[in-house]
């Protein structure tokens, strides 16, 4: 009976002492997952092993064998000579180290652990333990891709940036267009592809990030022809973007058939048009008038989509510079012929006072 | 629809609505044809890689402010005016005649192209629309085109003389209800020719009063014109 307590006591205080040697093998594992110091294979060896609740001599605990001398694990990490103990601290703290990309001047850093994922440690210092000295033990690794995406889906909303269109406005009688930006994607697939290997080969060295470029559709150099018609001062000027191409003297309405304000666009372009009589008090007894000499119109129309207004040429050219018409802007025949063919059908035009 | 004027006045037909007047192939051109008064209106059809078919020219005409098939059926059904389908494109041909049945207006519509095969594909459809075989085939547009009118002028005069005797024969080819053609190959012994096999003869595009005198005179059908406004203002020219 009393040889069997022994016994029993016996094993339970070499159990305590194994789970002891565990935890001091342990330990060291939890500095190296911080991932935040940068030294990779020099930590010393753990403290003997010695246990504190000693009530019978530790004949039992394993002395820990030293790893086959030249021995290295994942490629680069030497870990002959070591305790076993301290090569898992060692290979932890060599697994830890973070991941960083880059964007442009931007590097971010980013631990395995935060990733998802982690390297089967135990196992390898294990081999580590049998294999010939000098001999390699790969550092197996476990990279689940749902943690790197979710990563790589936070570096998305820090660097994608919408496309920003230009937009045309008027101030002070002159077109405005504000400043375009281009947009950029994070190619996430990409991402998620590099971290994956990084991780999986043991490589830390910066991964670059790639993005797509999303030009914005309408830009300050794109947005092309605007036409601006001062009612007041009866010019015509056309405008690309901002900048001013050319000014022409209009006619534009009299004062009981006021042009009117607003902004508008090109809807329809007609070369050699029919004039006709529109529903109106001072067209009631007028005929149609076909195209060539003598057609109100001239040779061009340009409708905008005001009802039956447009820009047109005119036979009459000592009206330019008058505010004398039925509403619509009156051209010099040949400033006519060269507006038609500068603009299309949804260039924008202002009309202003 | 009534595709022969018979001892009536000239069917009045608005391109693309009213093109001369608002943006073509859109139902505000629509409306600014039903302002100036037509009969009905032509309009072009289009097939998009996916989604329904759309009102344009082609696909890459397509106008700013888009309308499907449907949308510009609808529109019509509930106004007193006929539609004109313009066929281009040459698949999905049974959707344009089912369209028709259920908007109710295979009584007021007609469907042309030049494509012999498309007709005949509506024609089959049970809906029984009426056809028409347009003639000649503008493809590039070139009656538009800058510079090419007097040569035009001198093809269409060479036309003209042949067209009436290929009349019969074109009529037994298409199996259309109508002859959709270049106005300026019109001659009176083509509309003649045609009436004779019971077929009417519509002519596009006119956008000139003194032309579509000339067509009424010779009793054309219909005419097909970007400017409604020729149909008021005919009355107006001297004799």
């Excluded at chain 2, 069917?11 to 100036?36: C, Q, Y």
């Excluded at chain 2, 093809?155 to 067209?163: C, K, P, V």
């Amino acid at each position: 009976m009393s040889r069997g307590l022994s016994f029993a006591l016996l094993l339970a205080c070499s159990a305590a002492g194994l789970i002891a040697a565990a935890l001091l093998v342990g330990t060291p594992s939890a500095g190296a997952q911080e991932g935040t110091t940068t030294g990779t294979t020099t930590s010393p060896p753990p403290p003997p092993t010695t246990t504190t609740t000693t009530t019978a001599p530790p004949p039992t605990i394993p002395r820990p064998t030293t790893i086959p001398a030249g021995v290295t694990i994942a490629g680069d990490l030497l870990v002959g000579g070591l305790s076993p103990a301290a090569a898992t601290a060692a290979v932890k703290q060599f697994f830890a180290e973070p991941v960083s990309v880059k964007l442009g001047t931007v590097t971010l850093r980013v631990t395995p652990k935060q990733l998802g994922a982690a390297a089967y440690v135990g196992e390898a210092v294990k081999r580590a333990r049998i294999v010939a000295p000098g001999a390699n033990v790969p550092l197996k690794v476990a990279a689940p891709k749902p943690g790197i995406a979710r990563y790589v889906r936070t570096l998305a909303r820090r660097f994608d940036r919408t496309p920003v269109e230009s937009e045309l406005s008027l101030r002070n009688s002159k077109p405005v267009v504000t400043k375009e930006r281009v947009g950029r994607r994070l190619r996430q697939s990409t991402a998620v592809r590099d971290i994956f290997r990084s991780l999986k080969t043991h490589t830390r060295a910066p991964i670059a990030l790639h993005t797509d470029k999303l030009v914005p559709q309408s830009t300050r150099a794109t947005i092309g022809d605007v036409i601006v018609i001062g009612r007041g001062a009866n010019r015509l000027s056309l405008y690309d973007g901002m900048k001013l191409r050319r000014t022409f003297g209009v006619a534009t309405g009299a004062s009981r058939y006021p042009t009117p304000l607003g902004k508008f666009e090109i809807i329809v372009k007609w070369r050699n048009p029919w004039w006709y009589p529109p529903q109106s008090d001072w067209a009631k007894d007028a005929k149609p008038i076909p195209p060539g000499p003598g057609n109100p119109l001239g040779t061009r129309w340009m409708g905008i989509s005001s009802p039956s207004v447009g820009i047109h040429g005119t036979p009459d050219p000592a009206s330019i510079g008058y505010s004398v018409s039925h509403g619509c802007i009156r051209m010099l025949i040949p400033d006519a012929e060269w507006l038609f063919n500068q603009v299309d059908i949804g260039t924008p035009v202002y009309i202003v006072q | 629809m009534k595709l022969l004027r018979g001892d009536g006045p000239l069917i009045r037909v608005g391109h693309r609505g009213a093109a001369m007047l608002a943006p073509e192939n859109t139902l505000r051109s629509f409306d600014a044809a039903l302002a100036h008064g037509v009969d009905a209106i032509e309009f072009d059809v289009v097939a998009p890689a996916d989604g329904p078919l759309l009102l344009g020219h082609s696909l890459a005409e397509l106008p700013e402010q888009r309308a499907t098939l449907d949308e510009a059926l609808e529109f019509l059904a509930g106004r007193d005016v006929a539609a004109h389908v313009d066929l281009k494109l040459t698949t999905r041909l049974d959707e344009v005649a089912s369209a028709l049945e259920r908007h109710g207006l295979i009584g007021r519509a007609v469907v042309s192209s030049f494509h012999r095969r498309s007709l005949q594909a509506v024609a089959g459809h049970p809906a029984r629309v009426p056809i028409g075989f347009t003639y000649p085939e503008d493809r590039y547009g070139v009656s538009n085109r800058r510079g090419m009118k007097p040569a035009i002028r001198l093809g269409t005069l060479a036309l003209r003389q042949a067209l009436a005797a290929r009349i019969p024969a074109m009529i037994a080819r298409a199996g259309a209800d109508a002859l959709m053609l270049q106005h300026a190959v019109v001659s009176r012994a083509t509309v003649v020719r045609a009436h004779a096999a019971g077929v009417a003869v519509w002519a596009w595009t006119v956008d000139d009063p003194a032309e579509l005198r000339r067509l009424d005179a010779i009793g054309v059908d219909a005419v097909i014109s970007n400017d409604p406004r020729i149909f008021s203002a005919v009355a107006t020219l001297p004799p």
